[in-house]
Each structure stands twice: as C-alpha cells, then as structure tokens.
C-alpha cells in the first residue's frame, strides 16, 4: 500500500463551523505533512510533524490546529475559517525528515471551500 | 536557503514534440532538486530527484533532468510529448539539513494534438 489517503475529498464549511481533514498512510513512514495550495501556485508548507510530534510550525494561524493521534494518521482540525483560507489542503508523508531528501508521497487532498 | 524558480507559467507542445520545463535553482548548500507532477484534482507525484550521484537523471514516464551546477539549472524534458503528460509541472529543492521542501510557482503543460 502505497497511498495517502485523505476525506473528505470536498468540503463546504461556514466561518462559524469546526470541520476536521484526516489523513492516513500505512507506508510505516513517521513524518507526515499538511501543505495549503491556492489556485494556480505551488504547494505551501504549513505543518510537519516527525514521529508524531509537531516539527515545524510555519507560522500558521491557530484556526488551523494539527493533530497526529499515532503514526498513521494525521488530522487539520479547522474553526472559524475565513473565505480566503478556501484551498486545496494536501498531506504527504516520507520515510522520516529526511524525506525532503528523498520522496514525499501525496494525498489527493481536500478541496475546502468557506463560505 | 533555497529557492527555485521555473521559468514559463504555461508551456505548449505538439503531440510527438520535445519538451522542455525550465528550473533554476539557487542555493547555499548542496541541493537536492525534484521535480513534481500535479495531475487536474489530484496530489503531486514525484517525476524525479537528483541527490548528488549522477547529473542526468531519468524519471517516470520517459522524463529526464540534468543537474548542471555551473548553470544553476535542473531543466526536465522528454522527447516525445503524449497527450497524457498535459499537467502542471513542479520544480521543487531542499538542502542537507534542512526539512523543509521549497517548491517553484509551477509550469502549467499543454499537448496539442
């Protein structure tokens, strides 16, 4: 199994919801990652966590709150969103850190929209 | 820190033609340069990597790169573009120590039939 999975694919959500994205790999692969991608740009780099705990943090507002229950899976749990935070979210996932090194391997992602 | 950046939003070429996606790379360390794909609706796939062993590197799909320091560059091609390769094309680098992955603004690759 060589897949990130994440759900849900598409998701609509008020500013006033609290949604969750989850993600999951069963690669054995012990640092995961959330990216942000807007229309048209390349992938930003918001989370990474490395053996399930926070690694980096890039300076993400904390309507965003990334948990990492154990090694498989990954969750962006979302409140109070506003419309510019509307994006495709991706998570990936490498062997460890040194994936930047080596692959990382993508989810389809999740196409949120906020209303 | 490291930066790439691809020139070229958007390239065309005829089914059957060379392609050529452009990337240069600027970086204090050593790099490692990838380039990704991104298919419509879906996440990014490695094509390929170079990680300091050899300069010429073949991918998936019939993709190559060649890492060439003097030039700063890490250009991909193919030579005989397929309608299935129409895609937006990602130039992406990292350095030894450091965890983050860097991408370019992308090239958006249109096959004309």
């Known amino acids: 199994d060589t897949e990130v999975t994440q759900t849900p694919k598409h998701l609509v959500m008020g500013m006033t919801n609290k949604k969750s994205l989850k993600c999951e790999q069963h690669m054995g692969h012990r640092a995961m990652y959330w990216y942000k991608q807007k229309a048209k740009k390349p992938p930003e780099l918001m989370f990474v966590?490395?053996?399930?705990?926070?690694?980096i943090n890039e300076s993400v507002p904390s309507r965003f709150s990334p948990e990492c229950p154990n090694s498989s899976l990954l969750n962006l749990h979302l409140h109070a969103l506003q419309p510019e935070d509307s994006a495709l979210y991706l998570c990936a996932s490498s062997q460890d850190l040194r994936g930047t090194r080596e692959k990382l391997f993508f989810g389809s992602g999740t196409q949120l929209s906020v209303l | 820190a490291q930066s790439v950046t691809q020139l070229g939003s958007h390239v065309s070429v005829s089914e059957g033609a060379l392609v050529l996606l452009r990337c240069n790379y600027s970086?204090?360390?050593?790099?490692?340069l990838f380039w990704y794909v991104q298919y419509p609706n879906q996440g990014l796939q490695l094509l390929l990597k170079y990680t300091s062993a050899a300069t010429l590197v073949k991918g998936i799909n019939g993709f190559e790169a060649e890492f060439k320091k003097s030039e700063t560059s890490f250009h991909l091609t193919k030579p005989s573009a397929h309608m299935s390769d129409a895609a937006e094309y990602f130039c992406a680098v990292s350095g030894f120590g450091n965890e983050k992955l860097t991408f370019g603004t992308g090239t958006r690759l249109t096959i004309i039939p």
């Open positions: 970086s204090s360390v050593p790099p490692y």
């Open positions: 966590y490395s053996y399930e705990k926070l690694s």
